[in-house]
Nanobody, 126 residues
Framework: QVQLVESGGGLVQAGDSLTLSCAASGRTFSRYTMGWFRQAPGKEREFVAVITWNSNRARYADSVKGRFTISRDNAKNTLYLTMNNLKPEDTAVYYC???????????????????WGQGTQVSVSS
């Protein structure tokens, strides 16, 4: 298991930017494809972005494409999500997740992810 701790959430206005961080420990971070997911009140958890273990590929949900950027620093065991031009519909708890098995591809299915952080709240006011 890998331990994941998110940070960087907060309350912002529409159009603002935020960068979320996810600090990993317990396994070799650099071997695992990582993802960001979010869950709004009353809704199911949904895929936001994924980046492969070697940063060769990144994929985004259509709703955030062009506004959000996922990145990682394997030397610092940290995953990032830079969010620009935030909208009220981006309001949710954001979770980082590590795939269960190493060297994975850029999947968006939550079942492929075996380790999850506790989440960080992002609230966007209009």
């Amino acid at each position: 298991q890998v331990q994941l701790v998110e940070s960087g959430g907060g309350l912002v206005q529409a159009g603002d930017s935020l960068t979320l961080s996810c600090a990993a420990s317990g396994r070799t971070f650099s071997r695992y494809t990582m993802g960001w997911f979010r869950q709004a009140p009353g809704k199911e958890r949904e895929f936001v972005a994924v980046i492969t273990w070697n940063s060769n590929r990144a994929r985004y949900a259509d709703s955030v494409k062009g506004r959000f950027t996922i990145s990682r620093d394997n030397a610092k065991n940290t995953l990032y999500l830079t969010m620009n031009n935030l909208k009220p519909e981006d309001t949710a708890v954001y979770y980082c997740a590590a795939q269960t098995y190493p060297w994975g591809v850029d999947t968006y299915n939550t079942r492929d992810y075996g380790s999850w952080g506790q989440g960080t709240q992002v609230s966007v006011s209009s």
